[in-house]
Nanobody
């Protein structure tokens, strides 16, 4: 059964860093585009970053460019999202998803994890 599990969330002060991981089971993650999305209370889900299949294209939302880095570790069947210079507005529940194409639109993805909470606060 295809499954995605996120980890690495937590509470961090503004300016700090977190590293989120998305681990896949039941399928080879490199064969899929993987997206990271976030949703804050009362707000719509937002695409943060995605990476295409087999080392394809990478995209970032304008709000995270220069601060977040997405990468794949094929040996571990995981995708990581390195988040630096975190801001309070980065707070939200972060999800990873697997699909066919690297889009920052959530409704184009087939499999979703349960998410991990990121809170940026002093």
């Amino acid at each position: 059964q295809e499954q995605l599990v996120e980890s690495g969330g937590g509470l961090v002060q503004p300016g700090g860093s977190l590293r989120l991981s998305c681990a896949a089971s039941g399928f080879t993650l490199d064969a899929y585009a993987i997206g990271w999305f976030r949703q804050a209370p009362g707000k719509e889900r937002e695409g943060v970053s995605c990476i295409g299949s087999y080392g394809g294209e990478i995209k970032y939302a304008d709000s995270v460019k220069g601060r977040f880095t997405i990468s794949k570790d094929n040996a571990k069947n995981t995708v990581t999202l390195q988040m630096n210079s975190l801001k309070p507005e980065d707070t939200g529940h972060y999800f990873c998803a697997a699909g066919d194409v690297c889009f920052l639109t959530g409704n184009l993805y087939d499999y979703w994890g349960q998410g991990t909470q990121v809170t940026v606060s002093s």
